[in-house]
């Protein structure tokens, strides 16, 4: 499975767009780029998964790089019910590796 | 629909106890997965199964963990005996499909502490 880098705290004022990066450039090419959130104490979270093509849905944005080495999850209005831990996972199914992740904190 | 359904949502117990962690899928879901998470070392996957068959069971740490799916609405994660560095917080999670791409449903966990 491919090895993924993400900060591992950012900050973002309540109501911006939230940018939230992964570099996961050992991805392979039959591996879909899945993002998860964690808010504290609770389960992981689905929130959108992709690709080659940029993805969007009620929750997130997903833009993948053409060379699929990197890509943003894009919170387009952060609220303060959007602090969380993100994390970024290539997988070929079933098996999810989680990382580190992203620690973000929406900031009012 | 109730989601994952995971008990007891805390567990206590003395070091060389059996433990017996339960969990309930979506119903209609295939695919069962639990997780154990630690400040340590993160969110790890323990095991999962497919139609109520173990499909990777690499990520059990040791035989003191056993895992059974006895039907699509029921598994159970045991360990016997218990020791303090199991002290964790243990996720079920379920899907349907099993392919390629599918979204994991996770329940609230179950924190256990082994004294």
Redesign the interface.
Known sequence: DAKTTQPPSMDCAEGRAANLPCNHSTISG?E?VYW?R?IH??????II?GLKNNETNEMASLIITEDRKSSTLILPHATLRDTAVY?CIPS?????????GTSLTVIP | DAGVIQSPRHEVTEMGQEVTLRCKPISGHNSLFWYRQTMMRGLELLIYFNNNVPIDDSGMPEDRFSAKMPNASFSTLKIQPSEPRDSAVYFCASSYGGGWYNEQFFGPGTRLTVL
């Open positions: 039959n879909y998860y964690q104490s609770q389960g992981p979270q689905y998964h994390y070929r199914g079933n098996q999810f590796y989680f990382g580190t």
